[in-house]
Antibody, heavy 119, light 108 residues
Framework: QAQLVQSGAEVRKPGASVKVSCWAS????????IHWLRQAPGQRLEWMGW????????KYSQKFQPRVTITRDTSANTAYLELSSLTSEDTAVYFC????????????WGTGTTVTVSS | EIVLTQSPGTLSLSPGEGATLLCRAS???????FAWYQQKPGQAPRLLIY???SRATGIPDRFSGSGSGTDFTLTIHRLEPEDFAVYYC?????????FGGGTKVEIK
């Protein structure tokens, strides 16, 4: 069945960047959008952006621009999230999630990646 | 940005009871663009309902969604032990996509 497996936990210092990967299996990668979201401890889910895995087009939440970049590698069935200029407020669990084109709910979720920003 | 407010914050119920969870949007959302998720501690969210009332694949029929405009409801009939979790609503009608603050359904 469809699965999204994310890269492992990361620790970064303030001001650094982080890149998280999301490997898809069990379905045709380019038939669905990949979203990136995050959840800080005890907080609600926060949508960061999506990538059209077929065209490579992206859409970002203004809150994270220009720090966020979402890309995909169709040959590797993998999507990536890169977030720069990290602060302690970026400490969270980051999720990738699959969803249909044009109707942006998320029907398959990744395993989650904890990113800790600490000096 | 559309703000979603969920109520109550916590619902204390016993297995077998019914639960009604509310989500109010700060602006009207077309029902086509509304979803509900369940999240358990340490896990990713799971899609329950999309398009306000359509159950996702594999979701039992004790979960139902309804609503339109600014008021949406998730109803759980006859709570099972595995249903005690946090539930989030989401709108995907306008950018940025936004989520509610969650309702925790706990065992009484």
């Amino acid at each position: 069945q469809a699965q999204l497996v994310q890269s492992g936990a990361e620790v970064r210092k303030p001001g650094a960047s982080v890149k998280v990967s999301c490997w898809a299996s069990g379905y045709t990668f380019t038939y669905y959008t990949i979203h990136w979201l995050r959840q800080a401890p005890g907080q609600r889910l926060e949508w960061m952006g999506w990538v059209d895995t077929d065209s490579g087009n992206t859409k970002y939440s203004q809150k994270f621009q220009p720090r966020v970049t979402i890309t995909r590698d169709t040959s590797a069935n993998t999507a990536y999230l890169e977030l720069s200029s990290l602060t302690s407020e970026d400490t969270a669990v980051y999720f990738c999630a699959r969803g249909p084109f044009f109707y942006y709910y998320m029907d398959v979720w990744g395993t989650g990646t904890t990113v800790t920003v600490s000096s | 940005e559309i703000v979603l407010t969920q109520s109550p914050g916590t619902l204390s119920l016993s297995p077998g009871e019914g639960a009604t969870l509310l989500c109010r949007a700060s602006q009207s959302v077309a029902s086509t663009y509304f979803a509900w998720y369940q999240q358990k501690p340490g896990q990713a969210p799971r899609l329950l309902i999309y398009a306000a009332s359509s159950r996702a694949t594999g979701i039992p029929d004790r979960f139902s969604g309804s609503g339109s405009g600014t008021d949406f409801t998730l109803t759980i009939h006859r709570l099972e032990p595995e249903d005690f979790a946090v539930y989030y609503c989401q709108q995907y009608g306008s950018s940025p996509l936004t989520f509610g603050g969650g309702t925790k359904v706990e065992i009484k």
